[in-house]
């Protein structure tokens, strides 16, 4: 059965600092891979999803992460965090060819102006 | 962009009594929706696959005489809570995609609370 791990369940950083959210998954066959953010009292929006091609996604608000296949990773980084980035991040997967997502825990984001 | 309409987005109720909660696509049309619930300080958990004018996939471990789904339109799911008692006090999620492996659209969710 598939499985999303994130490590990082709660994560402090002031303004301007770097931010790595990890995120591994597990699961034999292809996948397709998602970074959503909650921020307080909204929805889940998509930040960047990956189905193939170039492993290093580009998504809004700066973030990029980069699949590692021979890691299972997917990890979420942005260069300069902002106070407006506080939320909780989610990396999702679901296997090729169906829309069934499957969530990591989620990380919590505090940014520190 | 594509929206996921839910509502009611809170709701109490008191124990024993059943509660409907509907998501609707509002501008495009999904054969297939998903509901999901979100528990304090931990991810969403997969309820559900809802299939439009067939019956619905449970997840292992979810209760499919509790929580009743009925698809009945390419716009329209709904989740019925019966019976319900305050363990069932969770934040519902639904969600739903264009076409297959498009990124899912989320509703606002609901906030269910049993007293």
């Known amino acids: 059965a598939q499985s999303v791990s994130q490590h990082n369940h709660h994560v402090i950083l002031s303004e301007a600092a770097s931010l790595e959210l990890g995120c591994n998954y597990s699961?034999?066959?292809?996948?397709?891979l998602f970074w959503y953010v909650q921020y307080p009292g909204q929805h889940l929006q998509l930040l960047l999803k990956?189905?193939?091609?170039?492993?290093l996604v580009k998504g809004i608000k700066g973030f990029e992460a980069e699949f590692i296949k021979s890691k299972f990773s997917f990890n979420l980084r942005k260069p300069s965090v902002q106070w407006s980035d506080t939320a909780e991040y989610f990396c999702a997967v679901n296997a090729r060819n169906t829309d069934k997502l499957i969530f990591g825990t989620g990380t919590r984001l505090q940014v520190f102006p | 962009g594509a929206v996921v309409s839910q509502h009611p987005s809170r709701v109490i109720c008191k124990s024993g009594t059943s509660v409907k909660i509907e998501c609707r696509s509002l501008?495009?049309?999904?054969?297939?929706m998903f509901w999901y619930r979100q528990f304090p300080k931990k991810s969403l958990m997969l309820m559900a696959t809802?299939?439009?004018?067939?019956?619905?996939?449970?997840e292992q471990g979810v209760e499919k005489d509790k929580f009743l789904i009925n698809h009945a339109s390419l716009t329209l799911s709904t989740l019925t809570v019966t019976s319900a008692h305050p363990e069932d006090s969770s934040f519902y999620i639904c969600?739903?995609?264009?076409?297959?492996?498009?990124?899912?659209?989320f509703g606002n969710g609901t906030r269910l609370t049993v007293t």
């Open positions: 990956y189905f193939s091609g170039d492993p």
């Open positions: 969600s739903a995609s264009q076409q297959t492996e498009s990124p899912l659209h």
């Open positions: 809802s299939n439009e004018g067939s019956k619905a996939t449970y």
């Open positions: 501008d495009f049309q999904a054969t297939t």
């Open positions: 699961y034999g066959g292809t996948v397709n």
